[in-house]
């Protein structure tokens, strides 16, 4: 039976490894997880369990009593649960995160007087020595719990006739051994003194998300680009005439960049040219005009209230919006007139424009977040967050987050988040990798990364080992990006159609967050618009564009196949469980992900040019299957069976036809003929 629950006022009492009355005897150190030494939360999602472990011992040889404690946030008592003892003074506990919002945890730990009185008396007798002596010891350690346990009736009448047997006269030995029934032994520690607790001077948090935070198939588009007829500037009402098709290929995210009015000043024309015709659109970061800015749509893709029905819409198809927020402005921006401190100026008074060299942007000028006045600077951009939540976004992509302090993210996150915890924030961020983590401490839930540029077997393996096995995996959950409107990589330049294929497998299968830019992505748009970058060929950051969705050229019957897979197997929906298995060829990635009996291994041809084959090795034992019978192997992807038999197997696969084999393994038995399948 738990103790009364621990009060928030006792917390403040107890600095580190120091207990109220007694001198320290107990050591707590290198609780994990923890990120900065609790400067900073981890993150979970509903449901998950939070694994906490700790080195906790004292001097001597005494037994301890080791407690993890956990709370939400504004909850003002603890929830206690044992820890158990992993060897080498290791401890560990976990407990399961039930709703959105902030957790704070921490351990203690305290000597078990009456623990280590029985585990000296048990040598004693097994050594034939005399333990009389030693009893009336024990009835006092036993008395003093059935004083504590005295608010529960039936434990303190349990330990008063214990205390009462020890302290008799009679007491012979054989009676001392029924001490070491586990009932009894467990109620005398638990009410122990509390005032031996020794506490980890450290509460640490928690941030927990919606499923969505972890687990979701993104889907970005240019909303002036889904018109049906050619040359014709795209609406609203155009994209929701979109959103079957869309939500038809199992995407749940719908991402819009900027959809604010475009300004005229230095507007870019095709393909990022410095000048523009009268017809084009300009680039939708370019943000403001004299009809408004971030608070303000685009008149071309019509109304606020327009924008609305379009979430509205969205949500019925089971797609959420996530809007693009940019902060930067155009020439034309209102902000320019109304605030000019608030961007930065050359030595002659001039606005500097944005730069990231050789790259320049004419027509974008950066806000300086870090001027005399940011503190009304900071306010406005928190109100352009909440005006989007009140027109119903709760899924933010922000641009560029490493080029703003990492103080306004930290401060507007947890302010935003404040009362709505439901809100995710993807961080747009190409940068160096401790920059994107702090930017992940920040607050933001998910990150842009390196996988569009990781190709190799061996540099695919060391990436993503380290994003889910060192503790990265705490703080940064990777959304995988095979292309952006950014970034056409050189794979997917000179891959043809397989290459598309095979980005897209790994993205879904390596990720359980993944997201394409389309429909460039499913009708395979391969052309740069000079060789040797990155940069697409007629853009549309700078233009309409119209897609023949239909084309024979698209894969999307094959991203409807692999997005139906994730949704049907959990172990796709984590990152955590992530494994890899070797291949003896360099050109085959073997990978595998698991949720319960829910086992799914995929196979990846690296090589979008020619068939590659190999012998794929499987810890059997691992997943409870004898070597010396056959299994099966359903591949969901070809929807094809295979019978193998020991650790040791023969793959193929041709990039033209399928350029990956994603096998189901489950664990559970059934029998036919002479056959023990293993489904």
Known sequence: MPKKA?????????????????????????????????????????????????????????????????RKEEEPGWARVPMRPLGNDRWRAEFTVAELGQYRYTVQGRV??????????????????????ELPAGARLVTAAAARAAGVKADARKLAALARDLGSAGATSEQAALLSAPE??????????????????????VWVDRVKARFGAWYELFPRSTSPKPGRHGTFDDLIARLPYIAGMGFDVLYLPPIHPVGRTHRKGANNSLKAGSRDPGSPWAIGDKSGGHKAV??????????????KAAKGHGLELALDIALQCSPDHPWLREHPEWFAHRPDGSLRYAENPPKKYEDIYPLDLTCREWKPLWDEVRSVFKFWMDAGVRIFRVDNPHTKPFALWEWLIRDLRGENPDLIFLAEAFTRPKVM????????????????WRNSKWELESYFTELTRTDVKEILRPNLWPNTPDILTEYLQFGGRPAFMVRHVLAATLGASYGIYGPAFELCDAAP???????????????????????????????TRVNRIRRENPALQNDASLRFFRVDNEALLAYGKQAGDDLVLTVVNLDPNYKQSGWLELPLHEFGLPEDK???????????????????NYVELEPRVSPAHIFRLRRHVRTEGDFDYFL
């Open 6 to 70: 621990l009060k928030t006022t006792e917390r403040a009492e107890v600095p580190e490894n120091v207990p109220v009355d007694n001198p320290a005897r107990v050591v707590i150190e290198s609780v994990r997880p923890e990120v900065d030494g609790g400067r900073f939360p981890i993150k979970r999602v509903v449901g998950e369990k939070v694994v906490v472990e700790a080195d906790i011992f004292a001097d001597g040889h005494d037994e301890l009593v080791c407690e993890l404690l956990y």
């Open 112 to 133: 078990d007087y009456f623990s280590t009185w029985l585990r000296d008396l048990k040598k004693r007798l097994e050594a034939g020595v005399d333990v009389k002596p």
């Open 184 to 205: 009894l032994t467990a109620l005398v520690s638990q009410w122990g003194d509390e005032k031996d607790f020794v506490r980890h001077g450290t509460e640490l948090e």
């Open 298 to 311: 685009n008149p071309e893709l019509g109304t606020i209230g327009d924008f609305k029905r379009l979430v």
């Open 437 to 452: 983590c702090r930017l992940a401490k920040a607050g933001f839930n998910q990150s842009y990364n390196y996988f569009p």
């Open 529 to 559: 618009r000079t060789p040797g970058h990155e940069e697409y060929l007629n853009s549309e950051k700078y233009e309409l564009r119209h897609w023949d969705l239909d084309s024979k050229h698209s894969i999307r019957d094959l991203i």
């Open 630 to 648: 056959p299994y099966q192997m359903h591949d969901l992807l070809a929807d094809r069976r295979f019978i193998w038999r020991g650790p040791r």
